[in-house]
């Protein structure tokens, strides 16, 4: 089991820059994938950037060239550094993690909520 805890969420205008944290309760080595979702309200949770423990990324289409994921290994932390930020970025973020050699989450935090004013 691996526990993740996230935070940095808030309110900021739209143009604005917010950076996200997800600390993770064991060596990210031993996890597997680490990815950001988000959920808005009556849509469904959709992934918007993952890093796979060699360090390649993946963005959602909407936030590539905005969106930044990184991690700190040293720290067992995953940052996901969100600038030009727009109204339609305004959900619930979730941190998820997959188990080693999988492709599927299954570790979740509790989710920070970031909003986005127009």
């Known amino acids: 089991q691996v526990q993740l805890v996230e935070s940095g969420g808030g309110l900021v205008q739209a143009g604005g820059s917010l950076r996200l944290s997800c600390a993770a309760s064991r060596d990210l080595f031993s996890i597997g994938t680490m990815g950001w979702h988000r959920q808005a309200p009556g849509k469904q949770r959709e992934l918007v950037a993952a890093?796979?423990?060699?360090?390649?990324?993946t963005y959602a289409t909407s936030v590539k060239g905005r969106f930044i994921i990184s991690r700190d290994n040293a720290k067992n932390t995953v940052y996901l550094q969100m600038n030009s930020l727009k109204p339609e970025d305004t959900a619930v973020y979730f941190c998820?993690?997959?188990?080693?050699?999988?492709?599927?989450?299954?570790?979740w935090g509790q989710g920070t909520q970031v909003t986005v004013s127009s």
């Open positions: 890093i796979a423990p060699g360090g390649t990324t």
């Open positions: 998820g993690a997959t188990p080693p050699l999988t492709y599927t989450f299954t570790h």
